[in-house]
T-cell receptor, first 113, second 113 residues
Framework: AQSVSQHNHHVILSEAASLELGCNYS??????LFWYVQYPGQHLQLLLK??????LVKGIKGFEAEFIKSKFSFNLRKPSVQWSDTAEYFC???????????FGKGTTLSVSS | GAGVSQSPSNKVTEKGKDVELRCDPISGHTALYWYRQSLGQGLEFLIY????????KSGLPSDRFSAERTGGSVSTLTIQRTQQEDSAVYLC???????????FGPGTRLTVL
């Protein structure tokens, strides 16, 4: 069965530190990959997505992610985090049937000012 | 309202009772998804509707769970004879195209006592 692994359960950073959140998926075929974010008290919203083309994708709020097919990875990065980036981050991959997203368990990011 | 709406926002019920959760997708979105988020877990896919096609029910955890989508718009998720393990946040999402950007609602927090 397809799965998504997020290696970090809880990450704590100071403002201006660099961020990298790991994500690995199990499916070896054509993949559509997503990062979603859930700020405290808010809905899940899309940060960025990869369907094809340039493996380095840029999203909102200065986030980017790199698709590395050989490593089955889609890690999320941000060069300098802000207190407002405190949130839960979810990596997801489209399932083989194309009917849903398979989500990782999420990474909680806490940024101290 | 431009976003996905869900009602009720919170539901507390007794074990064994039936509950209905409602989702109003974004107007014009043909695809509608239900997910469940349990404490410490990622989002678990439940069911997918796309236009007039037969829904993908492969994620429903038991036959106590059912969902319908009337007129290609509003959807209702019904849980019969609720159990304590059904306690979770139930999220609805919609998208203009299948597995394009999914827009999530605020969720219904279900507590089964």
């Amino acid at each position: 069965a397809q799965s998504v692994s997020q290696h970090n359960h809880h990450v704590i950073l100071s403002e201006a530190a660099s961020l990298e959140l790991g994500c690995n998926y199990s499916y070896g075929g054509t993949v559509n990959l997503f990062w979603y974010v859930q700020y405290p008290g808010q809905h899940l919203q899309l940060l960025l997505k990869y369907f094809s083309g340039d493996p380095l994708v840029k999203g909102i709020k200065g986030f980017e992610a790199e698709f590395i097919k050989s490593k089955f990875s889609f890690n999320l990065r941000k060069p300098s985090v802000q207190w407002s980036d405190t949130a839960e981050y979810f990596c997801a991959v489209k399932n083989q049937a194309g009917t849903a997203l398979i989500f990782g368990k999420g990474t909680t990011l806490s940024v101290s000012s | 309202g431009a976003g996905v709406s869900q009602s009720p926002s919170n539901k507390v019920t007794e074990k064994g009772k039936d509950v209905e959760l409602r989702c109003d997708p974004i107007s014009g979105h043909t695809a509608l998804y239900w997910y469940r988020q349990s404490l410490g877990q990622g989002l678990e896919f439940l069911i997918y509707f796309q236009g007039n096609s037969a829904p993908d029910k492969s994620g429903l955890p038991s036959d106590r769970f059912s969902a319908e989508r009337t007129g290609g718009s509003v959807s209702t998720l019904t849980i019969q004879r609720t159990q304590q393990e059904d306690s979770a946040v139930y999220l609805c999402a919609s998208s203009l195209l299948p597995i394009n950007e999914q827009f999530f609602g605020p969720g219904t927090r279900l507590t089964v006592l």
